[in-house]
Nanobody, 120 residues
Framework: VQLQESGPGLVKPSQTLSLTCTVSGGTITADSYYWSWIRQPPGKEEQWMGAIGPSGKTYYTPSLRNRVSISRDMSKNHITLQLTAVTPEDTGVYFC?????????????RGQGTQVTVAS
């Protein structure tokens, strides 16, 4: 399985960040797998943001629940992340991953990550 994140490298404060995770070598609807988004702010530990399961049910970390949304496009085999009202504190490297666990920062498979900078 290969995962590739993509999206804008620079986002202005208060805007919505949208990222896409393109999956190859596997289907995003496969049983027992959760597709997650993880981020690492500069100088800080990785943070699990949320995940989507095989049925389409979503799970979010409480601190981001009111700003984050994860969805999927089965026709494109994509997982998407939207994060609203971004601030400079949302700057970091964003990863997508696949694992049998819902919430993990060490998924079995993960992409190389994409840098996101929030600045005006």
């Amino acid at each position: 399985v290969q995962l590739q994140e993509s999206g804008p490298g620079l986002v202005k404060p208060s805007q919505t960040l949208s990222l896409t995770c393109t999956v190859s070598g596997g289907t995003i609807t496969a049983d027992s797998y959760y597709w997650s988004w993880i981020r690492q702010p500069p100088g800080k530990e990785e943070q699990w943001m949320g995940a989507i399961g095989p049925s389409g049910k979503t799970y979010y970390t409480p601190s981001l629940r009111n700003r984050v949304s994860i969805s999927r496009d089965m026709s494109k085999n994509h997982i998407t992340l939207q994060l609203t009202a971004v601030t400079p504190e949302d700057t970091g490297v964003y990863f997508c991953g696949r694992d049998r666990a819902v919430a993990t920062t060490a998924p079995d498979y993960r992409g190389q990550g994409t840098q996101v900078t929030v600045a005006s």
